[in-house]
């Protein structure tokens, strides 16, 4: 079960989620949404603690977490 989701159409590949995840399990994605920018993704869904930092941080609100 995923435990973040990302509005990759929303998603701006701004980075701020990457700096806060205490994991380090969200990196920038090497495709290209249909807005032109690389949006963020989680690497590693087993790894994710649900703890929101990366939601939080978000200035566009596309991250969705799941506990």
Do not use: W
Request: include cysteine; charge should be positive.
């Amino acid at each position: 079960m995923k435990k973040v989701v990302f509005d990759t159409e929303r998603c701006k590949g701004c980075k701020l989620c990457t700096t806060v995840c205490p994991k380090g399990i969200i990196k920038i994605a090497d495709e290209i949404n249909s807005h032109g920018y690389k949006p963020a993704e989680v690497i590693d869904q087993d790894a994710c603690i649900s703890c929101g930092q990366c939601a939080q941080m978000c200035p566009d609100v596309v991250i969705s977490l799941y506990k």
